[in-house]
């Protein structure tokens, strides 16, 4: 498993982070796992040295399964998770920042089952907060009391990764961003973050499954990526790997994602994946045309903005 950080930090992230909304919700077809499922899921993430695990106040008991597992393991994973949700958007004060932040990670802290949250992200990137000083205030209160080391945004859209590194590059760590082999948005913004030395999670491999669901299952509506799955097809059959394993490979060795955060609903599934990027031989990189995957309409790409399926 490759292996870095952010912003040379003490941390190792596995190139492959675990992602645990499943833990703790009914997430689409998937039941919510049981203690002894999560517990079996998280043998096999340390046994095949994923060591990034990615999860939410907002994810259910998620929190407490993970703390439960991390009582023999604290030194093997970094956690990650993020503030629950902030009600009453409306003329937010540095009071109302405070008590909404500290609140939340002192319950996430009670739940894992630590003394400091590794990696905090912020679930809600929108204006009101990330765009409000007094958020910003807290959040750097929060490393000064050594509650959480790194700090992330969770984004959708390239105007708020921008804006962020614009104005507040000193306090922010990395963002989560929607990244996979279509979704190719935030390369336009790679050289910004660079120069600010800000990491990047991804999430979204598969694009909601579109990417390695059949071209007949395509639902109406979103006939127009019929034919970059077929390009996307060829160009796997080619490689001799599947559409799933040649999109997870595309962000395995992408070398400026830090991590990307895949949900798996067993440990079969999980080591399924795995095997999938030790057989891949990576010289084939080097011979993909991937600009002839990149979809740049945003309807396509963002699932947000598909209607009735």
Not at 45 to 71: M, P, Q, V
Not at 257 to 263: A, C, D, E, F, V
Request: aromatic content about 12%; charged content about 30%; glycine content about 4%.
């Amino acid at each position: 498993m490759l292996m870095n950080n952010f912003r040379n930090s003490k941390y190792e992230i596995s190139k492959f982070g675990l992602g645990t909304v499943q833990f703790g919700l009914d997430y689409g077809f998937t039941k919510r796992k049981t203690q002894e499922e999560v517990d079996s899921i998280l043998n096999t993430a340390n046994n095949n040295g994923i060591t990034l695990i990615d999860t939410a106040r907002e994810y259910g008991d998620s929190e407490e399964k993970i703390g439960n597992f991390l009582e023999n393991y604290k030194n093997n994973f970094v956690i990650a998770t993020k503030l629950r949700l902030i009600d009453n958007l409306d003329n937010l004060t540095y009071v109302d920042f405070k008590n909404n932040i500290y609140n939340s990670v002192e319950e996430s802290l009670e739940n894992l089952q630590l003394n400091r949250i590794p990696i905090l992200q912020l679930h809600q990137a929108v204006d009101e907060i990330f765009k409000n000083d007094d958020f910003w205030t807290v959040i750097n209160e929060l490393k000064d009391d050594n509650l959480v080391d790194l700090f992330g945004v969770s984004v959708y859209e390239l105007h708020e990764t921008k804006f962020i590194t614009e104005n507040h590059s000193s306090s922010i760590d990395f963002f989560q961003i929607p990244y996979n082999i279509f979704d190719r948005r935030f390369d336009d913004i790679q050289k910004e973050l660079d120069e600010n030395n800000i990491g990047l999670i991804s999430r979204s491999t598969f694009l909601k499954g579109i990417i390695p669901c059949d071209i007949t299952d395509v639902p109406k509506g979103l006939e127009d990526i019929k034919p970059f799955k077929q390009n996307l097809l060829t160009i796997a059959n080619k490689c001799d790997v599947t559409v799933a394993e040649l999109a997870s490979v595309f962000v395995y060795y992408n070398d400026y994602i830090n991590s990307t955060i895949l949900g798996v609903n067993s440990p079969e599934e999980l080591e399924t994946n795995i095997k999938s990027i030790d057989k891949f031989d990576k010289t084939l990189l080097e011979k993909i045309d991937f600009d002839s995957l990149r979809i740049n309409d945003d309807y396509l790409i963002d699932p947000r903005k598909w209607n009735n399926f």
